[in-house]
């Protein structure tokens, strides 16, 4: 008994090493997932390595296409704040509003310390208690409150290199920071500048300055994905015979059979060549090419210039 492909095209764990172990004369399950044969078994760790080497294929800013992904998310921050501060105090009484802030944002102000935490907030006393004093006694101090740290896709293994834009301002983010840099700016006397800057750390981005406003971020990162479920969940391993590759079945059928034939000490060198140049020709082929002329220099997309600007009535 077979299992149809699937009707994206590609072909379900059970009907891949189904191909595979017909492809030895060996008995073709019906179950993958769960089944306590010990060849099956195999079959299914040799299918698993399989896609862990083929994700670890891709580079920092290559690899494959079908791995990277774009995220986008917003900044939480406000501004327009203004209260009481009291020189040695941590609370800051009569807020115009405390709507919007919440614990652990970071407060900016003159009036107080940089990077202060918000640790309590009181809507009906309009107060707002933060985690250091404030450096002086002021009326009418203006704040903005704003989240400095943001999740990461669960599936990400790394962010491409200079991806990261605000899309708001049509800046280009600048980072990731190292630990030096990043310390320059959260410890040191160092100009902002208008430009996010941004640094991965405890598996999350953080921004600096912190926000005061909301913001669109995005940025493209690859995908730790290499299978997926039914439904197209992305995941890190098979769950279900239903789960198809990300990346072309036929490449994990080559490599099945490459690891098997090495792992039951016959010789693999055939197969294992197969698998290789398998891999090399869909790496190469999966982002397209842009055409190197030897007849003359390549130039990059030209995206407005003479051949598409009219002489006259420019911007009608």
């Not at 009181?122 to 208690?129: A, K, Y």
């Not at 990400?156 to 700016?185: K, M, Y």
Request: glycine share 10%.
């Amino acid at each position: 008994m077979t299992q149809p492909i699937t009707s994206l095209g590609q072909k379900t764990i059970l009907r891949i090493v189904q191909e595979v172990m017909g492809d030895f004369g060996l008995p073709q399950p019906t179950q993958v997932i769960g089944n306590t044969d010990k060849t099956v078994s195999q079959m299914l760790i040799h299918a698993t390595r399989v896609g862990e080497d083929l994700a670890a294929r891709g580079g920092m800013n290559d690899g494959w296409p079908a791995m990277r992904k774009e995220y986008t998310f917003n900044l939480v921050g406000y501004g327009g704040y203004s209260g009481n501060t009291t020189a040695g105090s941590n609370v800051i009484t009569n807020m115009n509003t405390v709507a919007n802030i919440a614990v652990g944002m970071v407060g900016t102000s003159t009036a107080t310390p940089y990077g202060v935490t918000v640790t309590a907030v009181d809507p009906i006393g309009l107060t707002v208690t933060l985690n250091q004093t404030a450096l002086n006694t002021s009326t009418g101090a203006l704040f903005s409150f704003g989240n400095e740290s943001y999740g990461v896709p669960t599936d990400c293994d790394h962010f491409i290199q200079q991806t990261g834009w605000d899309r708001s301002f049509r800046w280009q983010l600048v980072g990731p920071l190292n630990a030096q840099e990043w310390q320059v700016l959260k410890s040191g006397i160092s100009p902002t500048g208008p430009r996010l800057r941004w640094r991965l750390m405890d598996n999350k981005i953080f921004v600096n300055p912190v926000p005061a406003s909301l913001d669109s971020l995005v940025m493209e990162y690859y995908s730790t994905g290499w299978c997926q479920s039914a439904a197209g969940v992305p995941q890190t391993g098979w769950a279900a015979d239903t789960d198809t590759p990300v990346l072309q079945d036929r490449l994990f059928i080559l490599g099945i059979i490459a690891r098997f034939l090495n792992r039951k000490g016959f010789d693999s060198t055939s197969a294992q060549r197969e698998y290789d140049d398998a891999v090399e020709a869909a790496i190469g082929r999966s982002g397209g090419s842009r055409v190197l002329p030897i007849n003359a220099r390549a130039e990059p997309p030209i995206l407005l210039g003479s051949a598409n600007v009219p002489d006259t009535s420019y911007g009608s």
